[in-house]
């Protein structure tokens, strides 16, 4: 049995920013069923500790890193049997907040000491020095947060091999020189080959130079991140490692998500009765105080900043609302996008709803009560939300980028046999408005709607296939090793 630790930042129910804590559990999981031994290391964040005490889990090993008294602790992802790892250190992990940032939305201080901290840890449990029985083949890394994790590993012989995912290459933990000097890392790294970046420290670039294998969340993100357009700088690092990349389309956990037993539904429908969606749509609409108006429904989900193409979004919605369009709006975010989202709520009661915040419950109620999901993203890594919304008969309306052309197929390309949803090229608010409208001309025609509905419900975007890719991929990195 392959034995892998799978270090990531986030992790799902624990704690989520965003679609890696999601990948963090579900991928683990489908792994594990492949017969892969995957095990998961997280840094002990308050809830994450708190979960574990409460099932009665213990303390396993006790050590020092540093100037830091460090303890891992042993439990399980709730929900599942997969075997997960607290990095407890209370100094850099008990903290409120969310991983990253304090609750005024600003990044914690000494983020790199902290990531660095849980990089060390992983590194000593890879190889064997964190007093525990269990020693991986292979560590896969997932983002900046675990970019130092294949640099420490680097010399030493017979370690494991590593992978490094890339879940959004936007984010890449950037820190300046001094920052650098005080993680006492090798002067020897400091160069544009290694980890400097124009002149900063770049946790990603530790992980993309010295990880055995690269991947990313889709095939069309391995393609874009090597243009300029695309790279955030990181382009031609990533172009000088093109052999070494992939894509692999991310799945989504097809239990969580399923429109038949969705416990955070009241009624629950399928491909081939469909009947029950009106009636999330209606009580969708009830609980969110808009009117029962029979005109298109249009949701979006995410997070309220650049990438997501809120901008976009904010310029079109008047013009759809006055077409008689209702909107169903979760997020949050920069403060410049909730402003005037709900500027526009307040202007347009009853057609437009605007929840600020997080919550799951009404993710998935938004999910099933629409007709349409919006997600104009200026670039999408993978995305979830496209293939949640597939998967509940909202048919979705996305920017043709990364994993969203991977996932939604537009009938203009393939006629309505294949295509469950509308793509637009062009990066502009003009073209989301085209697409949008090409969209509620076809909604008007049930037939056709139906025939794109049940194209999404049907597919498969469980991690069945897509986590044996990566078993693949963990197979090709350990036989190269053996070989070395
Ligand atoms: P990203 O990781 O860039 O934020 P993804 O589409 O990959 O985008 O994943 C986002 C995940 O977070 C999805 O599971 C989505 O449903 C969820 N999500 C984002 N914002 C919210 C929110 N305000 N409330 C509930 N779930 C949210």
Same mark, same amino acid.
């Given at each position: 049995?392959?034995?892998?630790?799978?270090?990531?930042?986030?992790?799902?129910?624990?704690?989520?920013?965003?679609?890696?804590?999601?990948?963090?559990?579900?991928?683990?999981?489908?792994?594990?069923?492949?017969?892969?031994?995957?095990?998961?290391?997280?840094?002990?964040?308050?809830?994450?500790?708190?979960?574990?005490?409460?099932?009665?889990?213990? %303390?396993? +090993?006790?050590?020092?890193? &540093?100037?830091?008294?460090?303890?891992?602790?042993? =439990?399980?992802? /709730? @929900?599942? $049997?997969?075997?997960?790892?607290?990095?407890?250190?209370?100094?850099?992990?008990?903290?409120?907040?969310?991983?990253?940032?304090?609750?005024?939305?600003?990044?914690?201080?000494?983020?790199?000491?902290?990531?660095?901290?849980?990089?060390?840890?992983?590194?000593?449990?890879?190889?064997?020095?964190?007093?525990?029985?269990?020693?991986?083949?292979?560590?896969?890394?997932?983002?900046?947060?675990?970019?130092?994790?294949?640099?420490?590993?680097?010399?030493?012989?017979?370690?494991?091999?590593?992978?490094?995912?890339?879940?959004?290459?936007?984010?890449?933990?950037?820190?300046?020189?001094?920052?650098?000097?005080?993680?006492?890392?090798?002067?020897?790294?400091?160069?544009?080959?290694?980890?400097?970046?124009?002149? %900063?420290? +770049?946790?990603?670039?530790? &992980?993309?130079?010295?990880?055995?294998?690269?991947? =990313?969340?889709? /095939? @069309?993100? $391995?393609?874009?991140?090597?243009?300029?357009?695309?790279?955030?700088?990181?382009?031609?690092?990533?172009?000088?490692?093109?052999?070494?990349?992939?894509?692999?389309?991310?799945?989504?956990?097809?239990?969580?998500?399923?429109?038949?037993?969705?416990?955070?539904?009241?009624?629950?429908?399928?491909?081939?009765?469909?009947?029950?969606?009106?009636?999330?749509?209606?009580?969708?609409?009830?609980?969110?105080?808009?009117?029962?108006?029979?005109?298109?429904?249009?949701?979006?989900?995410?997070?309220?900043?650049?990438?997501?193409?809120?901008?976009?979004?904010?310029?079109?919605?008047?013009?759809?609302?006055?077409?008689?369009?209702?909107?169903?709006?979760?997020?949050?975010?920069?403060?410049?996008?909730?402003?005037?989202?709900?500027?526009?709520?307040?202007?347009?009661?009853?057609?437009?709803?605007?929840?600020?915040?997080?919550?799951? @419950?009404?993710?998935?109620?938004?999910?099933?009560?629409?007709?349409?999901?919006?997600?104009?993203?200026?670039?999408?890594?993978?995305?979830?939300?496209?293939?949640?919304?597939?998967?509940?008969?909202?048919?979705?309306?996305?920017?043709?980028?990364?994993?969203?052309?991977?996932?939604?197929?537009?009938?203009?390309?393939?006629?309505?046999?294949?295509?469950?949803?509308?793509?637009?090229?062009?990066?502009?608010?003009?073209?989301?408005?085209?697409?949008?409208?090409?969209?509620?001309?076809?909604?008007?025609?049930?037939?056709?709607?139906?025939?794109?509905?049940?194209?999404?419900?049907?597919?498969?975007?469980?991690?069945?296939?897509?986590?044996?890719?990566?078993?693949?991929?963990?197979?090709?990195?350990?036989?190269?090793?053996?070989?070395?």
């Amino acid at each position: 049995m392959i034995r892998v630790l799978f270090a990531t930042s986030e992790v799902y129910p624990l704690v989520k920013t965003g679609g890696l804590a999601d990948v963090s559990a579900s991928l683990p999981e489908a792994l594990c069923r492949l017969q892969y031994d995957v095990q998961i290391l997280l840094p002990g964040y308050p809830a994450a500790i708190k979960a574990a005490r409460e099932a009665g889990s213990r %303390q396993k +090993s006790r050590f020092r890193v &540093g100037q830091y008294e460090v303890s891992l602790w042993q =439990t399980r992802l /709730p @929900g599942t $049997a997969v075997t997960l790892w607290l990095v407890d250190c209370p100094p850099l992990f008990e903290r409120a907040g969310n991983p990253y940032q304090n609750e005024k939305g600003q990044d914690w201080w000494d983020n790199a000491h902290r990531f660095e901290l849980f990089g060390k840890v992983g590194a000593m449990m890879a190889v064997g020095e964190a007093g525990l029985g269990w020693r991986p083949d292979l560590v896969h890394c997932n983002d900046w947060q675990t970019g130092l994790i294949p640099v420490f590993l680097e010399h030493y012989p017979n370690r494991p091999g590593t992978v490094f995912t890339i879940h959004n290459l936007a984010y890449q933990g950037l820190f300046p020189h001094e920052t650098f000097r005080s993680l006492g890392l090798p002067d020897s790294l400091w160069n544009m080959h290694q980890l400097e970046f124009y002149g %900063q420290l +770049s946790f990603i670039k530790g &992980g993309l130079v010295f990880s055995d294998r690269i991947t =990313t969340v889709s /095939p @069309g993100y $391995a393609q874009e991140i090597q243009t300029p357009e695309f790279g955030n700088g990181l382009d031609g690092v990533l172009r000088q490692r093109q052999q070494y990349l992939t894509g692999i389309l991310n799945g989504i956990d097809t239990r969580v998500w399923n429109p038949e037993e969705d416990p955070q539904l009241a009624f629950h429908y399928g491909a081939d009765y469909l009947e029950n969606k009106a009636q999330c749509r209606a009580s969708l609409e009830r609980e969110l105080g808009l009117d029962v108006s029979g005109g298109p429904l249009l949701g979006f989900i995410g997070r309220l900043v650049e990438q997501k193409g809120v901008d976009w979004l904010i310029a079109v919605i008047p013009e759809l609302l006055e077409r008689g369009c209702q909107f169903a709006l979760l997020g949050s975010g920069e403060t410049v996008y909730e402003e005037a989202l709900k500027a526009l709520a307040r202007q347009w009661p009853g057609q437009m709803s605007l929840t600020l915040g997080y919550d799951e @419950g009404l993710s998935h109620r938004i999910t099933a009560g629409c007709d349409i999901f919006l997600m104009p993203s200026r670039f999408e890594p993978c995305g979830l939300n496209q293939m949640y919304s597939l998967r509940y008969g909202t048919v979705p309306v996305v920017h043709a980028v990364g994993g969203l052309s991977d996932t939604v197929i537009d009938p203009q390309e393939t006629g309505f046999g294949k295509a469950n949803g509308f793509r637009f090229k062009d990066a502009s608010e003009r073209a989301l408005l085209a697409a949008v409208d090409r969209a509620l001309k076809h909604f008007r025609n049930r037939k056709s709607w139906r025939q794109l509905q049940r194209n999404g419900m049907v597919a498969d975007y469980s991690w069945k296939k897509r986590a044996r890719n990566y078993g693949d991929l963990y197979l090709d990195v350990l036989k190269e090793r053996e070989n070395q």
